[in-house]
């Protein structure tokens, strides 16, 4: 599976809109689009994925550029509870269904 | 939906000992399930992949008679750490999907602590 590159860590204002980028410039046209995040001390939340259109539920959007190489994560209105670990993981839907973590986004939501 | 399990969500052991930790899920048929190690500050590393009534996949490094994985099944997957030492402490996570190409949904995670 392709690797992705994030930033390591952001800050988001409470109310604002948090855009989580995205690198994944070897992706194949076969792997989707994953995000995840894990609250401290839990197990990783499934967010929402997409293979090359843009993406939305109650959760998040997805936005996948049109080359497919980045991708941008919103959350429309941040909350404190936002405050996680976010990973973009690429993925194929054949074979095995390993999920690479990288290291991730550390989001935090200001008050 | 999409709920999965796991039991129990901490525990505490001697030298030694075994320790079997239970994933289950919730609401969907799970025909895979992974398990995952996360030491503190590290990120989710997959220990090994199991499919209902299979022997388990394991990752390269992890050890299968260490790390004994059962899943009889489709709801049910457990994970027992057998003669556990301290270097076994970690943070032990789940996750199922319905086939080996769906999504996967985790659980809240067991933390072990072993004296």
């Known amino acids: 599976d392709a690797k992705t590159t994030q930033p390591p860590s952001m800050d988001c204002a409470e109310g604002r809109a948090a855009n989580l980028p995205c690198n994944h410039s070897?992706?194949?046209?076969?792997?989707?689009v994953y995000w995840y995040r894990q609250i401290h001390s839990q197990g990783p939340q499934y967010i929402i994925h997409g293979l090359k259109n843009n993406e939305t539920n109650e959760m998040a959007s997805l936005i996948i550029t049109e080359d497919r190489k980045s991708s941008t994560l919103i959350l429309p209105h941040a909350t404190l509870r936002d405050t996680a670990v976010y990973y973009c993981?690429?993925?194929?839907?054949?074979?095995?269904?390993?999920?690479?973590f990288g290291t991730g986004t550390r989001l935090t939501v200001i008050p | 939906g999409a709920v999965v399990s796991q039991h129990p969500s901490w525990v505490i052991c001697k030298s030694g000992t075994s320790v079997k930790i239970e994933c289950r899920s919730l609401?969907?048929?799970?025909?895979?399930m992974f398990w995952y190690r996360q030491f503190p500050k590290q990120s989710l590393m997959l220990m090994a992949t199991?499919?209902?009534?299979?022997?388990?996949?394991?990752e390269q490094g992890v050890e299968k008679d260490k790390f004994l994985i059962n899943h009889a099944s489709l709801t049910l997957s457990t994970l027992t750490v057998t003669s556990a030492h301290p270097e076994d402490s970690s943070f032990y996570i789940c996750?199922?999907?319905?086939?080996?190409?769906?999504?996967?949904?985790f659980g809240p995670g067991t933390r072990l602590t072993v004296l």
């Open positions: 996750s199922a999907s319905t086939s080996g190409r769906d999504t996967q949904y």
């Open positions: 993981i690429v993925r194929v839907e054949t074979g095995a269904n390993n999920l690479f």
């Open positions: 070897t992706i194949s046209g076969n792997e989707y």
């Open positions: 609401d969907f048929q799970a025909t895979t």
């Open positions: 199991s499919n209902e009534g299979s022997k388990a996949t394991y």
